[in-house]
């Protein structure tokens, strides 16, 4: 049986997208890029969820992670994902 992909969702909506998604969304692409990792993990963006307050928002697998910046992603990226 094929393994699963990892999922990663990434918020774009307007409030997470300038508070810090913007970045992060460079910063996952390269990291995947960088390990190798674009055919495992499938990567995308969703629109608003209604969690501004909380964010950035990405989420891994389902789990949220709430505001998310450039050091906690690289964190997030290596215990979930590595
Ligand atoms: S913009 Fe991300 S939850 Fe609203």
């Known amino acids: 049986m094929e393994k699963k992909k990892t999922s990663i969702v990434i918020c774009l909506g307007s ?9 992060n969304l460079e910063i996952i692409k390269a990291y995947l890029k960088e390990h190798n990792l674009e055919d495992k993990v499938d ?7 209604e969690n501004c307050n909380k964010g950035p928002i990405v ?23 590595l």
Do not use: H, M, P, W
């Open 59 to 81: 989420k891994i697998n389902g789990k949220i992670f709430q505001d998310v910046d450039a050091r906690s992603i690289v964190e997030i990226l290596n215990n979930y994902i």
């Open 43 to 49: 990567f995308k963006g969703e629109l608003c969820t």
């Open 15 to 23: 409030s997470c997208f300038s508070r810090g998604n913007k970045e």
